[in-house]
């Protein structure tokens, strides 16, 4: 008897086998594929809202201290650049636009955002914001 008779018969797939592989393969990216990316979006979002709020928690304690002795003023904005005077550790970048450069701008009904840089900071009323408005998030808003 031969040998290839003797053999027994192959465990290999079929096409149709791999043709249902594929097409699950593909539904399962076909779903995580924009899961992942709103996990980047949300991200992005929470590392910007995140910074704002430690910043503007740094420049209301630099405020009030000012204000206990006798004169109230928000920091300036080279005071703000300062490391050790409001923040103990540079502002990071922005996440929509990855500048970390502060300028100096005024605040408006609608918080403006030009150039390149990634902060914008109004002396005169303490507010920092996000210099950017991608795709109508509104993070200049925030």
Request: aromatic share 10%; charged share 10%; hydrophobic share 45%.
């Amino acid at each position: 008897m031969s040998t290839l008779a003797m053999r027994r018969p192959g465990r290999a797939f079929t096409l149709i086998e791999m043709v249902v592989l594929v097409c699950i393969l593909g539904v399962l990216a076909g779903v995580a594929i924009p899961v992942y990316i709103d996990y980047t979006t949300n991200a992005k979002a929470a590392a910007a809202k995140g910074t704002l709020g430690a910043v503007r928690s740094a420049i209301s304690t630099f405020y009030l201290n000012s204000a206990m002795n006798g004169t109230a003023a928000y920091p300036t904005l080279v005071q703000l650049q300062t490391l050790d005077t409001v923040l103990h550790e540079a502002l990071p970048v922005n996440p929509y636009n990855n500048s970390k450069v502060i300028a100096a701008a005024t605040w408006a009904a609608t918080p403006p955002t030009s150039g390149n840089n990634g902060w914008n900071y109004d002396a005169a009323s303490g507010r920092i914001w996000l210099n950017s408005n991608t795709g109508g998030l509104g993070e200049n808003f925030w």
